[in-house]
């Protein structure tokens, strides 16, 4: 979708992404962060695996070098 006056691309508020512990899926969700701040709301499917609960699972994906610009310009972005 596009804003018809500036012809730019419409951000939504609330993304819904799966994949985000992969290579791909983590720079999408890094770079959507740090240069979409309209964006309010992230909400990622992650599974359990290998004995790590989904949730220790994001917390590593966050703490990893990709992220570590954005937890240092603007670490509320990583509690979207």
Do not use: M
């Amino acid at each position: 979708c596009f804003d018809r006056k500036s012809h730019a691309p419409c951000i939504p508020e609330c993304w819904y992404a799966a994949g985000v512990t992969g290579y791909l899926g983590s720079v999408v969700l890094e770079q959507a962060l740090r240069t979409c701040p309209g964006i309010r709301r992230v909400y990622v499917l992650v599974r359990d695996r290998q004995g790590r609960t989904a949730r220790q699972r994001l917390d590593k994906l966050l703490g990893t070098g990709l992220f570590a610009e954005l937890r240092n310009s603007n670490p509320a972005a990583l509690s979207k």
